[in-house]
């Protein structure tokens, strides 16, 4: 053997480190990963986080309690609602305040609205990065249609803000229940047309089947949960198991895959969307008349209207405001069921107007540590389906 | 099971001393228990068929300046199987010649890696027996410790967003 050769072989064993990210189109965000390769397959995968990072638990120790509604949205901006649902959620039931049954309804409305909202993009951009771009435009049709009634019901588009503590911030506007069923008549049908485009699609079928597997015992160990855990066969919905908002009153059911790889999470995302929808329907057909904030003096706003008219609800009004309200001394951690998984917000009080600690459980932050593990083996170009299919927001990750 | 009777089996395995303190509050126990137990404490919870805690949702950390000992370390724990949740938590304090210290859990639970580097980052907690003990959203070059409760929000002069240049 001569030396030239020799030297090939040894350039050839080397594993070679390639970066990706921050800015890369497959990220989603700014996220950094080396990549370690042999030829062109992953040895391992290496995330660097923190290019997103803002603070937020820092900040939310020195801010009123209701003043950290529209920052736990802007944790997760594709799914809003959902996350000002957590805190609310939370702060309620350190206060103990009763929720009214209509503002409950509305809650769940926009909780399944955000989630239908976080699939439909993570549907797009996912179909969009295993090269089939199609769908998106589809996807961003109906994603329109959510973001109009978020507009109509509260004005932001993406974070309509519209959760208080003890309810929400004002009724639901004219018109919203008609657009709201008229949009729940046809989506399924336009899921039908995503699934026509992906389902049976034989490239979509060979770059997902069997590529990324996270067996059950890792997802478990790795703290995977949402359409992750779900997508490696186990039936665990935290809307099932221990219900918030008045869950167990609705019919719908958990969608489960046993494929375990990036295609089960596919199927469980759009069944998802589909059982999102029939909870949609039932939240129409019970919606009750009624308060939409619970009334409690120096926890919860007064009636809006009240505070023009009423001599003591402006002094609640603006006692809240100034000096915010006092929460027990306590802690409580509180789990719902996000569009990305178990999403928990653990509130530590010591009795002031501010959280002494929050901890934010940011379910795309923990089903991100099982990148690697899904990611060895397998090709560079699968390792963006993988990374995909976890549908992480790089905000929450980092926040 | 209830979280009483958790609490009675970690008593009954690791004796009344291992539980510092019980505090219940809004229907949730939080149970402290000893630092230097914890990683059994952790393996005994995760282990025994009728307690079975597979899933931890977060390990967390708390300052409670100035109160000493200063850091309480949590850790919330979730069963896939009996779909059980139960807190147990643990206080650490910082020596006189370095950071406070305490057994790392990624043994027991794989997911607890970032979330212990976060906490180790956050309050300058060393997690003893850490596979990977680097930051994870803090830059490297930064020697604070932001989510202490004597940190400044507005930040510090040691908080530079590039580090400081070598001539």
Known sequence: MNEQVRRMEDFQSELMELNLGP??????????????????????VTPHLGYLHRGYEKTCE???????????????????????????????????????????VIRVMFAELSRIFSHLFWLGTHAHDVGAMTPLFYNLREREEIMNLFELSAGGRLMPNY??????????????????????????????????????????????????VLSLKDAIGLGASGPMIRGSGLAWDIRKTEPYCGYETYDFSVAVEKGCDAYSRYLVRIREMRESNRILKQTLEKLPGGPIRARQPGVVFPPQEEIYTKMESLIHH?????????????????????PRG??????????????????WRAPAFVNLESLAIMARGHLFADLIAILSSVDIVLAEVDR | MNQEAIKDRLTAKFGQDAVLDTTVFRDQLSVT???????????????????FFDFLSFVGGVDKHPQTPRFEIVYQLNSSRHKHRFRIKTRVEETADGLASIDSVVGVWATADWHERETAEMYGITFKDHPDPR????????????????????????????????I
């Open chain 1, 23 to 44: 800015h890369h189109p497959s990220t989603h965000g700014v996220f950094r990963a080396v990549v370690e390769l042999d030829g062109e397959t992953v040895v391992n």
């Open chain 1, 62 to 104: 020195n801010k009123h309690y209701h003043q950290v509604i529209p920052l736990a949205e802007r944790c997760d901006y594709m799914g809003a609602s959902s996350n000002s649902l957590a805190f609310c959620l939370t702060v309620e039931k350190m206060l103990g305040v009763d929720v009214p049954e209509r503002a409950q």
């Open chain 1, 163 to 212: 959760l208080r503590i003890g309810g929400v911030i004002q009724d639901l506007p004219e018109g919203f229940v008609e657009r709201l069923r008229a949009f729940t008549e046809h989506f399924d049908r336009r899921v039908d047309e995503y699934e026509t485009l992906l389902t049976k699609n034989v490239i979509y079928m060979d770059r997902t089947q069997g590529i990324g």
């Open chain 1, 318 to 338: 603006f006692m809240l405001v100034v000096e915010g309200l006092k929460a027990p001394v306590g802690e409580y951690y509180q789990c719902i069921e996000s």
């Open chain 1, 342 to 359: 178990e999403l928990g917000c653990y509130l530590v009080s010591d009795g002031g107007p501010r959280p002494y600690r929050l901890k």
């Open chain 2, 33 to 51: 228990v000893i630092k230097d137990k914890i990683r059994e404490i952790c393996r005994f919870l995760r282990d025994e068929p009728d307690l």
């Open chain 2, 135 to 166: 930051k994870l959203l803090l830059p490297e070059h930064w020697t604070v410790f932001p989510l202490r409760k004597d940190f400044p929000l507005e930040g510090t002069d040691d908080t530079p967003d590039l580090p400081p240049q070598k």
